[in-house]
């Protein structure tokens, strides 16, 4: 397995950063979460851009430019011939002192690894999952806003802690008003009277890209899609439930707080979406090997 620190590839023993970066020290950097499939990397483009806003919300101001951290990330899974993997791309603060002051960080670190894909059980796609609430809630818009994507993620472990404490995989996380933002690491979404629903953005959700490409799948079969504020009743008394996510794909949801989800079985709705969805991802993206 070769790393990709800092424009050189590290054998897995010697890919390290210091104990001095503002990453470890303190969770200043920020990420992304990308899949590949059948050769191909599924919206690059996306994430790169993603990561370039969390990077601009936390004054932290990228070495490379989008194009060069897309080929980074191409490189990295082509070195390592990745068809079907799982790529972390981060970003740390850099090395500095111990005063957390990123002023003393001389250079950001750029960091890619691409590996094999641990996938989801396939009971959790044929039976959907049980969820729970999460007494931990998100954090504020006005605290570190959920929209970044940042390596200080002890918001979403504690709530995924509590969600299996609970024996769940996943726990629905409310915002401060009460109303439901997402789950740990997931978009959530219901069918209610014939409409898909996911809450809006501001709840206080990551801009999931998983989200934005179910929505689109939605719209294209004719189904109406809105974004609004969902409490969990809401979500109790919904036709079906899933959850949206680079790891996940698609997910069902069949139980949520001991309120079973419809009939209890992932919905007609759902089991379309994961089927649109598993095609889209293993038709489209950025090939890893270039032809030509
Ligand atoms: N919400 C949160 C809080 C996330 O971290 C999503 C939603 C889904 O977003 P995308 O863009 O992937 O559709 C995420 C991202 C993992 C893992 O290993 C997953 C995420 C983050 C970190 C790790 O399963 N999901």
Same mark, same amino acid.
């Given at each position: 397995m070769k790393i990709y620190i800092d424009g050189e590839f590290l054998d897995r023993e010697n890919a390290k950063v210091s104990v001095f970066d503002h990453g470890l020290l303190y969770g200043d950097g920020v990420f992304e979460g990308i899949r590949a499939y059948n050769g191909r990397i599924f919206k690059l483009r996306e994430h790169v851009e993603r990561l370039f806003k969390s990077a601009k919300a936390i004054l932290l101001n990228l070495p490379m430019s989008i194009d060069e951290i897309c080929e980074a990330v191409r490189s990295t899974c082509e070195m390592n011939q990745i068809e079907d993997g799982y790529v972390r791309l981060l970003v740390t603060r850099g090395e500095g002192s111990? +005063?957390?002051?990123?002023?003393?960080?001389?250079r950001p670190s750029v960091i890619v690894i691409a590996s094999g894909i641990q996938l989801y059980p396939k009971e959790y796609y044929d039976r959907g999952l049980t969820i729970v609430t999460a007494p931990t809630m998100r954090n504020l818009q006005n605290a570190i806003n959920p929209a970044i994507k940042s390596l200080n993620y002890l918001n979403n472990i504690l709530a995924k802690i509590e969600a299996n404490n609970a024996g769940c995989e996943e726990a629905i996380m409310l915002n401060s008003e009460g109303f439901v933002a997402e789950c740990t690491g997931d978009n959530l979404f219901i069918m209610s009277e014939g409409k898909l629903l996911t809450p809006p953005l501001?709840?206080?959700?990551?801009?999931g890209i998983t989200r934005n490409v179910v929505m689109d799948l939605a719209r294209e079969s004719g189904l109406e899609v809105m974004e609004k504020n969902l409490s969990r009743y809401d979500v109790f008394v919904a036709d079906e439930c899933f959850l949206t996510g680079t790891g996940a794909e698609v997910v069902p949801v069949v139980k949520v707080d001991q309120r079973e989800i419809g009939n209890g079985e992932p919905g007609t709705v759902t089991r379309k979406l994961v089927a649109a969805y598993h095609d889209l991802t293993r038709s489209? +993206?950025?090939?890893i090997v270039k032809s030509g």
């Open positions: 111990l +005063g957390l002051d990123p002023h003393t960080c001389k501001a709840a206080g959700a990551l801009y489209s +993206g950025e090939p």
